[in-house]
């Protein structure tokens, strides 16, 4: 990960995005992992979220790993250029991050089950970063999909910035915004490190080690 990154730390404007494409990704049908399907239509019991946490390899097994969600898929998202490729968002160029979208049973899982593991799973003060990946790609965001996924997010980095805080970090720097299109990425990106794919693959997402005091899994799931 980080092709192209290593200064790409500015937002760039609408009018300066690549123009991209109107040719949609074509993905797999199933997860790799889930067996669930990658794209629409899911489940109706389902509901989604999307995230953008770092390099989406590993943030999308984190999610994939956890009980009650149904299926995942890592794409493009936060950005202005329509189908984008993965050397094209590794540019700087398109505005968008590597995001991950996450398809779960309300029933068995919270959303802030899900926005705990978010924030847990990685640095969210990192600016345009996430360790050692550097680029507007790797911000921090949270695409809520709701006003009730929204409110959920900012209690949830409210009551996380107080740890963080406690623990000598700094101020959290991750966007809540509305949730744009998610334009699906590369077909080989899809599950990158399930055990069929890449085994022993490594992405280098990583939390704080703070605990963060949303979200109580349900043991009845």
């Known amino acids: 990960m980080g092709l192209f990154s290593s200064h790409k730390t500015q937002m760039i404007t609408a009018d300066t995005a690549l123009p991209g ?7 797999p049908k199933r997860h790799e992992v889930l067996g669930g399907s990658l794209a629409p239509p899911y489940p109706e019991e389902t509901q989604l979220a999307e995230f953008a946490l770092g390099c989406f390899w590993g943030a999308e097994r984190k999610f994939w790993e956890t009980p009650g969600v149904v299926s995942t898929a890592v794409g493009y998202e936060g950005g202005y250029t329509p189908n984008p490729t993965y050397e094209e968002v590794c540019s700087g160029r398109t505005g968008h991050t590597e995001a991950v979208r996450v398809v779960f049973d309300p029933a068995k899982i919270s959303y802030d089950d899900l926005l705990k593991l978010f924030w847990e799973s990685h640095n969210p003060t990192q600016g345009m970063r996430q360790g050692n990946d550097t680029g507007t790609q790797y911000r921090s965001v949270i695409f809520f999909r709701s006003p009730e996924q929204q409110e959920a997010a900012i209690q949830s980095r409210d ?5 963080l805080a406690e623990a000598g970090y700094g101020e959290i720097t991750t966007e809540i915004v509305p ?6 990425a590369e077909g080989y990106h899809q599950q990158y490190l399930s055990s069929t794919k890449n085994p022993h693959g490594y992405c280098g997402v990583g939390g704080t080690g703070v605990s963060c005091p949303v ?7």
């Open 21 to 27: 494409r109107e040719a949609r990704m074509p993905v």
């Open 159 to 163: 009551a996380y910035q107080k740890k």
């Open 179 to 184: 949730a744009g299109e998610f334009y699906f």
């Open 215 to 221: 979200g109580v899994a349900r043991a009845d799931g």
